[in-house]
C-alpha cells in the first residue's frame, strides 16, 4: 500500500469525535487480506455486486460452471496469503 499506519491512525478512524478521520476506500481489499477475512469488502459493496457475488457462489455449489470459472473460484477461494511486512528504509 505504502502508506505507514499508526495505531494512532487506527485510534482515529474509530474515534467518534473525529468525524474528519476515515478510514479510506482504497485500503478496504489491503486490511481484508491481513486479517484474512473479506467481511469489510462484502459490507462495503454496493447491492448489485453483492448480488453477483452471492449468485457466483450459489452456481459454483450447483456446480454449473465452466472449467476456467471454477480454477478462478478455487483460486478466489483460497485464504490471502499474509504479505511479510515490508522492510522499513532509512530516511
Not at 33 to 41: F, S, T, Y
Not at 57 to 71: N, S, T
Request: charged residues 30%; contains cysteine.
Amino acid at each position: 500500500m505504502g502508506e505507514r499506519v499508526s495505531v494512532h491512525k487506527l485510534n482515529e478512524f474509530t474515534a467518534g469525535t473525529k468525524p474528519w478521520a476515515r478510514f479510506p476506500a482504497s485500503w478496504v481489499w489491503c486490511f481484508c487480506q491481513i486479517v484474512g477475512d473479506d467481511q469489510l469488502a462484502r459490507y462495503v459493496m454496493g447491492s448489485r455486486l453483492a448480488g453477483l457475488v452471492k449468485l457466483g457462489e450459489a452456481l459454483l455449489a450447483l456446480g454449473e460452471v465452466d472449467p476456467g470459472a471454477a480454477r478462478l473460484a478455487r483460486r478466489l477461494q483460497r485464504p490471502p496469503r499474509r504479505r511479510r511486512s515490508a522492510k522499513r528504509s532509512r530516511r
